[in-house]
């Protein structure tokens, strides 16, 4: 079945880099878009961008100044980085598979700036 | 920015009853190829949140009938009928139609 994964570092220190990892298994990241959203606790969703089936990458204007997205497709991986890491940036990381809508979450990673 | 705004902040409702949720975009959420990607995610308490409804009033797999979606252009709404403990969280409106995806702020259904 569709399963998604994130995996990265919980606590990351202000103006670093952030991490993460999301393992796919159950599709092929050649057939389906995997995005990232992020949620800060409390608040709801917020698209940070998108890593499409043919390996082009959409993202948030918002944030995409600091975001990469990138994949490996022979690990069944989508990978997220984002720079300048800043107190608001704080919140649950999830990785979902995105055809006409986010059909699968990931379980999510918690995700603390702080020092 | 499309701006996704849900109401009623939250909902109190009796098991067995039935509630509706609005949302309304900015903008059309009509994309150029003539499909509208407004869907209805609910977040239970310590959970990822779940795909209900795609493409307006598109069940997703296995959610129940009891789920529907309905709307056009720029005002959509989402009815809870016969509404049973498991349906209790926090429900969203999202857009795809245009970059970036934006989420409403939520609608927090309770027990009355």
């Known amino acids: 079945q569709v399963q998604l994964k994130e995996s990265g570092p919980g606590l990351v220190q202000p103006s670093e880099t952030l991490s993460l990892t999301c393992t796919v298994s159950?599709?092929?990241?050649?057939?389906?878009?995997v995005s990232w959203v992020r949620q800060p606790s409390g608040k709801g969703p917020e698209w940070m961008g998108r890593?499409?089936?043919?390996?082009?990458?959409a993202y948030n204007s918002a944030l995409k100044s600091r975001l990469s997205i990138s994949r490996d497709t022979s690990k069944n991986q989508v990978f997220l980085k984002m720079n300048s890491l800043q107190t608001d940036d704080t919140g649950t990381y999830y990785c979902?598979?995105?055809?006409?809508?986010?059909?699968?979450w990931g379980q999510g990673t918690l995700v603390t700036v702080s020092s | 920015d499309v701006v996704m705004t849900q109401t009623p902040v939250s909902l109190s409702v009796s098991l067995g009853g039935q509630v509706s949720i609005s949302c309304r975009s900015s903008?059309?959420?009509?994309?150029?190829?003539?499909?509208?990607?407004l869907s209805w995610y609910l977040q239970k308490p310590g959970q990822s949140p779940q795909l209900l409804i795609y493409?307006?009033?598109n069940r997703f797999s296995g959610i129940s009938d009891r789920f529907s979606g309905s709307g056009s252009g720029t005002d959509f709404t989402l009815k809870i009928s016969r509404v049973e403990p498991d349906d209790l969280g926090v429900y969203y409106c999202g857009q795809g139609t245009q970059y970036p995806y934006t989420f409403g702020a939520g609608t927090k259904l309770e027990l009355k």
């Open positions: 159950g599709f092929s990241l050649t057939s389906y878009s």
């Open positions: 890593m499409w089936y043919d390996g082009d990458t």
């Open positions: 493409k307006v009033s």
């Open positions: 979902t598979r995105d055809l006409t809508a986010l059909a699968y």
């Open positions: 903008q059309s959420l009509v994309h150029n190829n003539g499909n509208t990607y």
